[in-house]
């Protein structure tokens, strides 16, 4: 197997195509790294509505549930009154 670039610089150099080679390099590490970026940002925010939307549930099946429970005689009598 041969190398196909004689030297480090040859291989940097691409031929004479370097700077073509080297911007699509570039510019397809650049998206691909945004696009990790904004997968995590997005599931962050996804996570957090999650929670925010459960919490909420929950503090309306408390309240429903104290709500629904029976009240001790002593509380009646204060509102008869």
């Known amino acids: ?3 196909a670039f004689s030297s480090w ?4 150099a691409m031929g004479g195509y ?3 080679v080297w911007l699509s390099v570039i510019v397809t590490l650049s998206a691909l790294i945004g ?3 904004h997968t995590m940002w997005t599931r962050r925010q ?3 509505e999650i929670r925010r939307r459960q919490s909420r549930e929950q503090r ?3 309240s429903k549930k104290q709500a629904s429970a029976p009240r001790s005689p002593e509380s009646s009598r ?4």
Do not use: H, P, T
């Not at 610089?9 to 940097?12: N, V």
């Not at 204060?78 to 009154?81: I, L, M, P, R, V």
């Open 1 to 3: 197997m041969n190398a």
């Open 9 to 12: 610089q040859d291989f940097f």
């Open 18 to 20: 370097a700077f073509y």
């Open 35 to 37: 696009i990790v970026i």
């Open 46 to 48: 996804l996570l957090g």
């Open 60 to 62: 309306i099946r408390q």
């Open 78 to 81: 204060e509102k008869s009154f």
